[in-house]
């Protein structure tokens, strides 16, 4: 089945920019999800279709796609973005949702 | 608004059943692919099953092939997972999840903790 692969955790200061990665075999053939987890929520979409947004989400999100690795990035990071990402993707020849281990992001 | 809520899990155990439950509402239930979303303590997302909007095609994870089925009623708006043979490492919360297309969930329930556990 397809992997996709994050790194656990990414640290920002705030005001900085956090880029969180997304690794997958020729990914960029696939739309990418993004979702955010708070602790104890349940997750929320912020980027779809590797860089549209849900209405509601601010601006700062923000999403790319190509080659082997997409990216979600998060502008002028607030204390308030801190969480867990996780990007996902439709594989048709396996599972119909596909998600990353997900990333811890921590506001310095 | 859209509301999916979730209800049935609790503690059970090993090889026990459960009947999750999800109640729809603010939207067109009758038009969405539906999906259950797992997350077992402290790990990650894990997709589990989903149906099509008519019911007539559903799609599972390897792991509970055989023993999880997933069913809805667009009548009253509810989406369900019937869960049998229940193992330890079916513990996790719950999450229905509306399916924008494609896969890509737009809105998600609260979720529902499952314990499987002698």
């Known amino acids: 089945s397809y992997v996709l692969t994050q790194p656990p955790s990414v640290s920002v200061a705030p005001g900085q920019t956090a880029r969180i990665t997304c690794g997958g075999d020729?990914?960029?053939?696939?739309?990418v999800h993004w979702y955010q987890q708070k602790p104890g929520q349940a997750p929320v979409l912020v980027v779809y279709?590797?860089?549209d947004r849900p209405s509601g989400i601010p601006e700062r999100f923000s999403g790319s796609n190509s080659g082997n690795t997409a990216t979600l990035t998060i502008s002028r990071v607030e204390a308030g973005d801190e969480g867990d990402y996780y990007c996902?993707?439709?594989?048709?020849?396996?599972?119909?949702?596909?998600f990353g281990g997900g990333t811890q992001l921590t506001v310095l | 608004e859209v509301q999916l809520v979730e209800s049935g899990g609790g503690l059970v155990q090993p090889g026990g059943s459960l009947r999750l439950s999800c109640a729809a509402s603010?939207?067109?239930?009758?038009?969405?692919?539906m999906s259950w979303v797992r997350q077992a303590p402290g790990k990650g997302l894990e997709w589990v099953a989903n149906?099509?909007?008519?019911?007539?095609?559903?799609y599972y994870v390897d792991s509970v092939k055989g023993r999880f089925t997933i069913s809805r009623d667009n009548a009253k708006n509810s989406l369900h997972l019937q869960m049998n043979s229940l193992r330890a490492e079916d513990t996790a919360i719950y999450y229905c999840?509306?399916?924008?297309?494609?896969?890509?969930?737009?809105?998600w329930g609260q979720g529902t903790l499952v314990t499987v556990s002698s």
């Open positions: 996902q993707v439709w594989d048709s020849r396996s599972d119909p949702a596909v």
């Open positions: 999840a509306k399916d924008l297309g494609s896969s890509r969930y737009d809105h």
């Open positions: 603010g939207f067109s239930f009758s038009d969405k692919w």
């Open positions: 020729n990914i960029g053939g696939y739309n």
């Open positions: 279709d590797n860089s």
């Open positions: 149906i099509k909007p008519d019911g007539s095609e559903r």
